[in-house]
């Protein structure tokens, strides 16, 4: 029998699953303190999201030589909250579910961008003021305007497919692809991307390197005027990992003009708290729940019952991030 611990909630249907097959499943937040005090030292496993954090401490704290955790999962696409060099050298295998939330993901991103560019959270606020100014909110069309992807993985294709379908043109920006798919604009430098588009979307993951990537430099380069020469202002959209958009750049950039609009789902401290972005019309934003669909959390707990199910059962999941160097 083993023993699991869920630290940021799962699906019914994936608890289900491993109580079925005879394991010990307990599901509680533990808080940073806990963890180091040895919190997970009892468990064979542990499922994170993003709430729950496994650093070097954290992991060295939850494995010793005759107990401890074997398997992180992380219930999700990004690992940016686990120390995976760690995990590795402590013979702990790291598995996520890359595919898993995919669409809900390409969904909000599309939803972002109509959001920004018809206005739509400004004028329900208005509605629900008791005003009518129909004329205060005319948008602008997304079809005719060139979309820059910075990154292009899963998600970012699959916004590219539906960006195509409302006739946008698409751009990208990835230093790692290896091709060149048909029909996309392929720029060597970043810079270029955004001089060469109205509409930005962030899909890389966070790093050193991408750390407050999106810049006031980089803002400032962004044409303001469509493909199709309408007057469309700059528009930013993020739902990939908190820290990529320099926050107080893009404050400056909405305060001058040089945005007309930013769209966060990810932000670089969560939860948001007090921060001056939430006074700016021109911003708009969802507290991290671009994969929080019933369908998505569905695909998210199955796929991770069954990756722990091979781990207990083989002591080896079928695939993860890290098990080439175990």
């Not at 390409?106 to 004028?123: D, F, M, P």
């Not at 588009?197 to 990537?213: F, P, Q």
């Not at 380069?221 to 007057?231: F, H, S, T, Y």
């Not at 401290?269 to 991290?288: A, M, W, Y």
Request: charged share 20%; hydrophobic share 40%.
């Amino acid at each position: 029998m083993g023993r699991i611990a869920i630290t940021d909630g799962m699906s019914e249907k994936a608890v289900s699953i491993l109580l079925k097959a005879g394991h010990s499943v307990q599901q509680e937040h533990y808080s940073e303190d806990q963890i180091l005090q040895g919190a997970l030292l009892d468990y064979d496993a542990v499922v994170i999201r993003s709430a729950t954090k496994l650093f070097k401490k954290e992991i060295e704290a939850s494995s010793s030589i005759n107990r401890g955790i074997g398997f992180i999962g992380r219930a999700g696409v990004g690992v940016d909250n686990i120390d995976i060099e760690t995990a590795t050298n402590h013979g702990i295998y790291v598995c996520n579910t890359p595919t898993a939330s995919t669409r809900s993901v390409v969904e909000l991103t599309i939803g972002h961008l109509i959001a920004s560019s018809r206005h739509i959270t400004s004028a329900d606020k208005s509605l629900k003021g008791g005003l009518w100014e129909k004329k205060k909110f005319r948008g602008t069309e997304i079809g005719g305007k060139n979309l820059g992807l910075i990154g292009f993985g899963r998600i970012a294709r699959g916004v590219a497919n539906v960006a195509i379908a409302f006739g946008m043109e698409v751009h990208i920006f990835d230093p790692f692809i290896s091709d060149t798919p048909e029909g996309i604009v392929v720029h060597e430098n970043i810079e270029d991307l955004f001089s060469s588009c109205t509409h930005i979307s962030i899909h890389c993951n966070l790093s050193e390197e991408t750390k407050n990537l999106v810049s006031l430099n980089l803002i400032s380069l962004m044409p303001g005027i469509g493909a199709d020469g309408v007057e469309c202002g700059n528009h930013i959209v993020s739902c990939a990992r908190g820290g990529i958009v320099e926050e107080n750049d893009a404050l400056e950039a909405l305060d001058s003009g040089i945005l007309a609009s930013l769209a966060l789902d990810v932000f670089e401290n969560e939860p948001l708290g007090d921060s001056p972005l939430l006074s700016r019309i021109g911003f708009h934003g969802t507290p991290h729940i671009a994969a929080s669909t019933m369908e998505a959390q569905s695909r998210v707990g199955t796929e991770m019952a069954n990756l722990l199910l091979e781990f207990l059962d083989s002591g080896k999941p079928g695939a993860s991030l890290n098990g080439m160097q175990i």
